[in-house]
Structures are given as C-alpha cells and as structure tokens.
C-alpha cells in the first residue's frame, strides 16, 4: 500500500475538541443513499447490459459495478426517478421482455425506453447490492389505482389479482419495500403543480399505498427545490390532524412520514454550468460555496418541520444532491454525463459532515446520481465498457463507517480560516470556509473526517479528544496534485485513498497534518 507523506510548509491550524463520552443523535445510514433513474447510461449501459452483453453480468445486472457498489455498503437505492418517474408506467415494465411496450424519455434525450429494466429487474439489483429499494411512484401523470397496484404487486403475499400477476411473472414471495416516494418535484416536471394541490394528492396516493401484511410502508412527500421552506411548511400543515394525534408513525397508518427536498450544487447559470474538469480557482470557491449553502438550507427547512413536530417524528430526506455540471463535450446534452474531478470528492465530503450534524431530524440523502449521471460514483466507458471508480465514490468509501455511528460534535475553539467566494450560480458572494470535518462513533471505533478545502495551503488540525483514551490512529489520505485530477479508464488510480502517516495522538490531542485540497479520514480505537 502507498503512504503519503505529511505536508512540509507551515500550515495554517485549526484546534477543535470532540467529547468522545458525549454522543449525540445518530447517523442514519440512509444519508448515504444513492439514486439511479432511467436517464443517459445511468440503467442502461451503468447498471444493466442486458443478459446477451460480453460484460459479465447476471440476469442483465453488470457484475463490476455490483461488485464496486458493495464496497461502499449502499444502504438504498432510489428508482425510477427523477423526472422519469411521473412519466413511468410500471405495468410496462413486467413481464417477458420482448413483450414490453416502448415508450419515449421525454426528460432525457428524447430516446426509446424499452422497459426491459422494470421491476423485477430492479429488485434483483437490490438483491444483488444489499440495498434497500426506495421506489417513487408516478403522482405527476399516473393514477391512485396503477400506484395502489405497484404495492401490492410488491408486497401482497396472498392469493389475491397483484400477487398471483407477480407469480406469472416468476416472482413467488413478496418483496420487502420500506420507503415509498409520492413522486417527483411535483413543482416542476413532476406536474406543475401549486405547493396546496399536491399535498392534497400526497394525502390521497398516501392511502392508497397501503401496508400489505407486516410490510410497513415509509411515505416520502415530494418535497421543496432548494430554499422553498413555503413548501415545506404547507405539508405539515397538510399532515394536520395526523401529527397531532400521533397518528403519523407506525404500521397501517395512511399518511406520510417523511418531506423530502432537492439541492444542487451548480457552479453557475443552467446555460453555462462550467466544465468539470477545466475550471480555475474561483469556480472551485464558488462550488464549494454552494455546496456550504447545503446546510443553511437544510437547517431551514429543519426549522420550519419544528414548529409543528418538535418531537420530530416527521423525517427530512434530501433525495437528490451533488453537482450539477456541463455535459463532457460531445455527450449527449440530455444524458447528463459530466467527469468528476478532486473538487467533486471535496463538495461530497462538505455535504457528509453537514448530514452528520443534522442527523435529529435528516433521515436520508441520495447521491444523484450513481453511475454515469451528474455526480457519480462510477463511469463506464460507452465503447469498451471498462468502469472507472470516481474521486466521489472514495469518500463514500472513506466514510461509510459513519453509517448508523452516534454523531460525536466537533467544537471548533479557534477561527477557521475562510476566504471571500463568489457564485455564479445562486449562491450570494460570501465566504468559503476553509476547513470541514465530522466524528462519530460506533462499537468502540472512532472516526473523524477532515477536509482541508484550501486549494494551495497545508492545514494542521488539533482536536483535543476528551472524555475516554483512544489508541493509535490509522489515517488513510484523498488528494492530487491539481483539484482539477480525475480518473479515466486510462488512469483509474489518479484520485484514489492512500494510508497516511500524518496523524498522532500527543498528550490526548489528535493531530492531523493535511496537505492542500485534501480529504482525511482517521480511525481510532477507544479504550
Ligand atoms: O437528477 C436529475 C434530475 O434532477 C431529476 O430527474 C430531477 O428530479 C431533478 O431535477
């Protein structure tokens, strides 16, 4: 293994405390979910060759992605969209294949989709990742009955019409489906519809999507765009008399138990996004400042849920997130097919400590989205097919022992270096802090995460760990040499976790020397 050294010039400090004896909420591990929807070559070519591909591959399911996607213990996948999913009709997408009725992706490059990755298929990727699925049901241009059908089919065990069409379709036992998206960005693509005629409609597709048997359904409400908290505030109110009588929790309940809301970092007007690949330092402030917005947002939206669930039993789910760049010149403009560069990595890192201190009231986040789409994890090449393992896929590695670990704060005690960013995207000219970091703990392990978001400057860290003794640190290092280093099929290697030397703990202080641009990861064992 490779072991990068510690920086030599004189760095810039941050000094912070961590109360290992004082363990906050926890940290769902579903804020590390992920997102595939049948848009550019994120099912189709990334996830799904098709049984007859030279690409090794099960039932269609490529096999290196799946094998890939298992290192990073996903712990649920959202599908079918997106936008795609209030165009999806997904009696369209059982049965024998050759069957299957085409339609056309309006949203995405206006191409044919012939639904030969529906249902079963899906739950087989499931299967195959050790994932939970989360499946959106079309509100936008679907019915109550066609959404009321898809659980049953799902869920139903008995003899009944949806369970016995699963059984023609060689599926015996039903599946276990926990979360349950009511469509898509309702405001927009997803039916363009006022904040007040959707809630109704959640409530409504709500009901119908009942429990089946011991198959408890969690109800995800489509949420806000960005900073709508409008949005946000009209469906508490719609819960009503629900959530005051407690009625929002637990099996065979009707209505929903969770509000989600999208945000994207975007570098600059939907015209000119900027390259992900080619961009200058004040692009990579910009992003970063963006992507630092996330947690005011999110903050916000945490508020308004306060006010009418202080025990917050209502969920925040954030299901999708991530950049949001120009397409790679010569890809299709509807196939959202961008590179990802060591700036991504950083935005991902930034985004993971803010889940992290938000973990009372964000029970889940998805990653828009996972191969081959805005903010990957994975690219396939579309001519030879070989897989490419982004600088974002490492901190989901680097992180996942965060998952289902107790949030342990991280008190900052001097000032944290910041530098003036401006935005051309919706961002107001601010400043861009200059250090992120997170702990957790979790079966006597602890784990911090540190970024050192400074593009040029090395960064020392001195957290004083109080409360219990920790053993030796095991540091593992993301970093390149430019933010703008990626991975090709070429060289996959370019951005990829190294051991690190540069971590101690001296007198009770763990200090960690990170170089410029970096991503840090440290375990230590307590007692
Ligand atoms: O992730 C790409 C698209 O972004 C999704 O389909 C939509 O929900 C959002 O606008």
């Known amino acids: 293994m490779t072991t990068t050294s510690s920086a030599s010039a004189t760095p810039a400090t941050v000094e912070g405390v961590i109360d290992l004896d004082l363990p906050g909420h926890t940290i769902s591990r579903h804020v590390y979910g992920h997102f595939a929807e049948h848009l550019g070559r994120c099912i189709y070519g990334g996830f799904y060759v098709g049984e007859d591909s030279p690409i090794p591959n099960e039932g269609g399911i490529r096999l290196d992605v799946v094998e890939a996607l298992r290192a990073l213990d996903i712990p649920n996948l959202r ?203 004040g692009d990579y402030y910009g992003i970063l400042l963006e992507a630092q917005q996330l947690e005011r947002i999110l903050a916000g939206h945490a508020k308004v849920m306060d006010a009418y669930d202080p025990d917050k039993r209502v969920g925040l789910v954030l299901d999708e997130w991530g950049t949001w760049l120009d397409v790679e010149p010569g890809t299709n403009p509807g196939f959202l097919f961008q590179q990802n560069a060591l700036r991504d990595a950083l935005v991902a890192s930034v985004h993971f400590d803010a889940f992290h201190r938000h973990a009372d009231r964000l029970v889940m986040a998805n990653i828009a989205q996972t191969v081959n789409v805005l903010q990957a994890m994975i690219l396939t090449d579309e001519d030879s097919g070989a897989l490419v393992l982004t600088p974002s896929y490492h901190v989901f590695e680097m992180n996942k022992g965060h998952q289902d670990a107790a949030h342990l704060p991280l008190r900052l005690r001097s000032t944290v270096p910041v530098r003036a960013a401006s935005s051309r995207g919706t961002a107001p000219d601010a400043e861009v802090s200059l250090f992120s970091g997170s702990a957790s703990v979790r079966d006597d392990r602890v784990l911090v995460s540190l970024s050192n978001l400074d593009d040029s400057s090395p960064m020392t860290v001195r957290l004083d760990l109080r409360g219990a003794p920790v053993g030796e640190p095991t540091a593992r290092l993301l970093t ?44 230590l064992p307590l007692g």
């Open 79 to 281: 599908w079918p969209g997106g936008c795609f999913a209030d165009d999806y009709h997904w009696k369209h997408g059982i049965g024998p294949r050759d069957q299957r009725p085409r339609m056309v992706n309006s949203h995405w490059g206006d191409v044919v989709e012939d639904n030969s990755f529906g249902t079963h298929e899906f739950m087989a990727l499931c299967e195959l990742l050790g994932t939970e699925p989360y499946i959106s049901a079309n509100v936008g241009s679907g019915t109550v009955e066609e959404t009321s059908d898809w659980v049953q089919y799902l869920t139903r065990g008995d003899d009944s019409p949806m369970a016995d069409l699963r059984r023609a379709n060689g599926r015996g036992e039903p599946w276990k489906v926990r979360f349950w998206g009511l469509g898509n960005e309702p405001w927009g693509c997803g039916g363009n519809m006022s904040a007040e005629a959707y809630a109704a409609l959640a409530r409504q597709f709500a009901t119908y999507s009942r429990d089946m048997g011991d198959n408890e359904l969690y109800r995800i409400a489509a949420g806000a765009a960005d900073k709508d908290y409008r949005w946000t505030e009209v469906l508490m109110k719609a819960l009503g008399r629900a959530l005051g009588d407690g009625e929002v929790l637990g099996h065979g309940k009707s209505t929903f138990q969770a509000i989600s809301f999208h945000y994207y970092s975007v570098a600059g007007p939907w015209d000119d996004k900027g390259s992900a690949t080619e961009f200058g330092t």
């Open 480 to 523: 390149a040499d430019t933010l703008q280093a990626h991975n090709t099929t070429r060289r996959g290697d370019a951005v990829a976790p190294h051991a690190y030397d540069g971590a101690r703990v001296d007198g009770g202080v763990l200090v960690v020397d990170l170089p410029a641009h970096s991503f840090a990861t440290v375990s």
